[in-house]
T-cell receptor, first 112, second 111 residues
């Protein structure tokens, strides 16, 4: 089955720790995205990548970092510099030449 | 700045009671408008993409329509399994084709 996987589903972090969220896709999509979802707000773009070894900041990139070493993988690191990291994180991908983004199941991060 | 406003925030329907969800948008050149369904604790599931005013798309009990300023998601004879949050998003033309999401309409269908 083709799709997007995110792991872990739930993640708990102590303040001051960095954590990395995994996103893998086997759809052969070129573009990948990370969004953050908070109650009462629309999805907000953190980072996106349109091709391997290239990525761009979205609207709320401060306190986050990414890498894109393989087409299939786009991990997101939430650093200790992110002041309010508790949220639901969504990864998405899109095929070049098409417009629709497809989403993974999400990771809920809670900072204790 | 691109904006998407969805109304109502929440909607409660009896099973079989048809209704519509609204998505009003302002965007600097519309490339596409998307509808997604999101169940609690899960990622959004793609429903429709609309590109031009007058376009309509249907899937089971759902029909999406588009005008120059808004989109409607019509739900005909809903069932309890249609309960979910429905998200609307617009994609701007040009640049990296940014997608702006609304905050969603939470639909509850009561048996």
């Amino acid at each position: 089955d083709g799709g997007i996987t995110q792991s872990p589903k739930y993640l708990f972090r102590k303040e001051g720790q960095n954590v990395t969220l995994s996103c893998e896709q086997n759809l052969n999509h070129d573009a990948m995205y990370w969004y953050r979802q908070d109650p009462g707000q629309g999805l907000r773009l953190i980072y996106y990548s349109q091709i391997v070894n290239d990525f761009q900041k979205g609207d709320i990139a401060e306190g986050y970092s990414v890498s894109r070493e393989k087409k299939e993988s786009f991990p997101l690191t939430v650093t200790s510099a992110q002041k309010n990291p508790t949220a639901f994180y969504l990864c998405a991908s899109r095929q070049t030449g098409e417009d629709t983004q497809y989403f993974g199941p999400g990771t809920r991060l809670t900072v204790l | 700045e691109d904006q998407v406003t969805q109304s109502p925030e929440a909607l409660r329907l009896q099973e079989g009671e048809s209704s519509s969800l609204n998505c009003s948008y302002t965007v600097s050149g519309l490339r596409g408008l998307f509808w997604y369904r999101q169940d609690p604790g899960k990622g959004p599931e793609f429903l429709f993409t609309l590109y031009s005013a007058g376009e309509e798309k249907e899937k089971e009990r759902l029909k999406a329509t588009l005008t120059k300023k808004e989109s409607f998601l019509h739900i005909t004879a809903p069932k309890p399994e249609d309960s979910a949050t429905y998200l609307c998003a617009v994609q701007a033309s040009g640049g990296y084709q940014k997608v702006t999401f609304g905050t969603g309409t939470k639909l509850q269908v009561i048996p």
